[in-house]
Nanobody
Framework: VQLQASGGGLVQPGGSLRLSCAVS????????MTWYRQAPGKQRELVAS???????DYADSVKGRFTISRDNAKNTVYLQMNSLKPEDTAEYLC??????????????WGQGTLVTVSS
């Protein structure tokens, strides 16, 4: 099982980016999908999370600006980021709780994608 994140880049303040994270390999399902971020010199923080039922949770700092969604047919999670601010600059990492058999599920991490918000 591998997670591949993409979509990061350099954007001006006020701009938008859409991150994607897709899982490959033999799986039986994905329960929770989560985006984290880690800025230089700071601790990793949860940005947004979505359950298999579509329930979402957001960090206060991104509410109203970021939207997490998932495509179960494609085993992919997205993070639409609007009104980006310099303080959103960080490496963004995806995490998924993946059922690898009908009885067991494990936590997997993607490799991270860098988002830089700067003029």
């Amino acid at each position: 099982v591998q997670l591949q994140a993409s979509g990061g880049g350099l954007v001006q303040p006020g701009g938008s980016l859409r991150l994607s994270c897709a899982v490959s390999g033999r799986i039986f399902g994905i329960s929770r999908m989560t985006w984290y971020r880690q800025a230089p010199g700071k601790q990793r923080e949860l940005v947004a999370s979505i359950t298999s039922g579509g329930n979402t949770d957001y960090a206060d700092s991104v509410k109203g600006r970021f939207t997490i969604s998932r495509d179960n047919a494609k085993n992919t999670v997205y993070l639409q980021m609007n009104s980006l601010k310099p303080e959103d600059t960080a490496e963004y990492l995806c995490n998924m709780i993946v059922a690898v058999t009908t009885r067991y599920e494990y936590s997997y991490w993607g490799q991270g994608t860098l988002v830089t918000v700067s003029s």
